[in-house]
Structures are given as C-alpha cells and as structure tokens.
C-alpha cells in the first residue's frame, strides 16, 4: 500500500494533507496483519517538474491499496482502473493510520469524498 508522507516519509512520519503534492510516498508491505517492509519513494511526479502523475509513480510499483486523506477525482479514477483500492483516513502517523487499516476501521473513499476542486 502507499500513503503520502511529508519529506521525512516512513512510518513516523504524519500523512501529507495533499496526495499529489505529498514529497514522499510510504510504501508499506503488510503479510499476516503486520508491517513487512516499508519503502520511501520520492514524488518526482507533475508537482515537482516530472513527467508522470502521482498516480502513474504508484502503478508503476504496483500497489493495491492507497490510504489518504484525500484526491482528486482523475486520481481516483486512474487508480481504481488499476484495481487499487482508495481508503479514506484522518490526519496523523503513518503507523497509527496502519493500525486502523489492519484492524479494518478505515473505509473506502467515495466519488463524492474525492476532493473536486482539484482541476488536474
């Protein structure tokens, strides 16, 4: 799974409030309901003088799932046409907001959840 992270990234590090603009992504491996792995991957998408979307960074390592605090609405469709499942979460750590998903208490973001005034 990936979540946008700030430019420390990694699992001490808060969820960024914008998706596209987060400096880092967090990729987080979960087997048996416990952290496997992390990697920190820096956003070199559009936002920072890049040529793919966030969007396109994270398919290209094959996520499944993405958890944050919102995206825009091309965001969300670029992903769930890959089959990632966009969860929904509050501010806070990145392992804080693991522990909610593994316990299942986070959801799954809607359309209307998606944050449209983003015009990219």
Do not use: W
């Amino acid at each position: 799974m990936a979540i946008p992270t700030g430019f420390i990234g990694g699992l001490e590090d808060e969820i960024f409030p914008h998706f596209g603009k987060a400096p880092t992504f967090t990729l987080v491996d979960i087997k048996n309901n416990l952290i496997y792995s992390t990697e920190i991957i820096k956003n070199s998408g559009e936002h920072f003088g890049g040529n793919l979307t966030p969007s396109d960074i994270l398919i290209e390592k094959n996520i499944k799932a993405l958890i944050c605090l919102g995206a825009g609405p091309r965001a969300l469709e670029k992903l769930r046409s890959e089959n990632v499942e966009i969860y929904i979460t509050m501010q806070g750590l990145v392992k804080d907001v693991i522990g909610y998903f593994i316990q299942g208490k986070l959801h799954k973001m809607s359309n209307e959840e998606s944050c449209s005034d983003h015009k990219h």
